[in-house]
Each structure stands twice: as C-alpha cells, then as structure tokens.
C-alpha cells in the first residue's frame, strides 16, 4: 500500500518506527499538503458568498492553483520514500568497492531532488496562502494562518533534508547550487509566511 493510502494513524506509527520510510522528506511534504488544502478550505468558504462577490473569481483561481499544489505534495509523501530506499541501501555498500561513490552519488541527488521539489511546493503555497488571508472570509482567515504555519514548516523541514543529502555529495558544485536555492528560498520566504501570518492576527483584532 502507497503510505499516503493509509490511514492516518498507520502513517503515523510507521513515521515512529525505526523503518527506514517513511521519514522527514515525506512527512514535511504531507505537512505541506495540509496547508494547502487549508487554503482551498478558506477559498471553499469564502466562493458563493455575497458579501465577497468581487473576490470570487481570484479566490476560485488561488483555488485551483492551491490544489495542484496539493496533490503534487501527496505524490511526493510516497517519491520520497521511493528515492530514499535506494540511498539507505547505498550505505551499506563496502567503502573498497570500485562502483559505491558512483551509486551513491546518483542515490544522493534523487534523495535531495524530492525535498527540493517539496520545498519549492511550499513556498507557491505561501505565496497563494497571502491572497487567501486578504481575499478569503474573514470567518475562515484563521485557516489562512495556520495554512501558512504548515507550508513554513514544510518549508523548513525539506530545507534540511535537501542539505543532509548534499553534505556528502562528491559534486561539490552541485551540491553548492542545490543549497545555494536553499538559503534563497528560506530567506525570501520566512519573511512573506511571517507577513501572511501577521496579516492574519491584524484581520482578528
């Protein structure tokens, strides 16, 4: 069974245990789908309601948008696993033999290209997130909060699986591109998630 099939306290038990899948890539890419559909849930709110007529056609395209991010991140929960099984093997392999720099090099880049692509996820997430906490019901903006709150965590959380895994690539300039979009996106989007989340209290005052 794919893990994002199960329910969700068979994912979780499975996330406690010393199993080598799931892990942090999928569980930051599972956090991430809550705060989108936490978005989608404040645009559900907000669409058919009078008092925000101006509104309804931007909130239903912040919707669709929201939602492709949030299946893309349910199919990553189950990718991360896919691409980080090989690399828990590839450590196992003996350091004297000819061919293990070369596979795990390759496993090393599948494992932080999930995580790169959760987190790249998140932050379109944040980004979507502010228009929903100035545009959405004002019943719902709380969601539009704590949705940013998830995608910031998700955000965070991918940040570091990405680097684990460059820390021990042999392309250092590789591992320095990856890495420098990492400090990029963290530092860009700590701020607008922080912004969002401010709006977000000023709307309930």
Known sequence: M????????????????????PGGGGACALVGAVGAALGI??????????????????????????SSIQ?????????????????SKAYGIPKDDPKRDEIMESCLREAAGVPMR???????????HREFSEKGSAL????????VVFCW??????AL??????????????????NSEVSELMEKYWKKADEVYSNVIGRME
């Open 71 to 87: 299946t893309e991140l349910l199919r990553l929960v189950d990718e991360d696993a896919v691409v980080f099984e090989p690399l």
């Open 161 to 178: 699986n990405v680097k684990v895994n460059t820390k021990y690539m042999i392309d250092r300039e590789y591992a320095g591109k990856l």
């Open 118 to 128: 959760i987190m790249r996820l998140a932050c379109e997430a944040i980004e979507l």
């Open 153 to 158: 965590a998700a955000m965070y959380g991918a």
């Open 2 to 21: 794919r893990f994002i099939e199960k329910p969700c306290a068979e994912f979780v038990e499975a996330l406690a245990s010393k199993a080598a899948v």
């Open 140 to 147: 719902a903006v709380s969601d539009a909060g704590t949705g």
């Open 41 to 66: 849930m404040v645009g559900n709110l907000t669409v058919g309601k009078k008092k925000y007529a101006d509104v309804e056609s931007d909130i239903m395209v912040l919707m669709d948008k929201t």
